[in-house]
């Protein structure tokens, strides 16, 4: 009894988590839940339950909304692993640490976006 009840609390958390990535992916791309549902073919309170952890996705629609949100599915699974730091990025790393707390986290933010846009463009998408 003890063991389903943390498996489901994991469950859960996992939702909450992959419902703030996906909040975050789409409003990073500037589309609003509206605009996502016609694209799913989904009631827009769908797509509120998904960001919510409330609903679940399943791999079709998650991998709909990698596409949409121009992201690797492992960027919302968490799958992703971290690649090694080259020179010239710790370089960027170093000049990076001047900026204030918003630019750095935009900064990150932007970074992510073209990182996995170049793994979807791999993928033969754009």
Known sequence: MTAERI??????????????????????????????????????????????????VSAIELKKLARLYQRPVTWFTG????????ADVAFLARTASDL????????????EFLRSRSKVSGDGRS
Not at 19 to 42: C, F, I, N, P, T
Not at 80 to 85: K, L, M, Q
Not at 100 to 111: G, H, K, P, T
């Open 7 to 56: 498996g489901f609390a994991v469950a859960e958390d996992e939702s909450l988590v992959l419902g703030a990535k996906l909040r975050e992916a789409r409003e990073y791309v500037g589309l609003k839940q509206d605009q996502v549902a016609q694209h799913m073919e989904l009631p827009r309170t769908a797509v509120s339950e998904i960001e919510n952890g409330r609903r679940g």
């Open 79 to 86: 799958e992703e692993t971290e690649p090694a730091v080259p």
């Open 100 to 111: 204030s707390d918003n630019d750095r986290q935009e900064l990150q933010r932007f970074a």
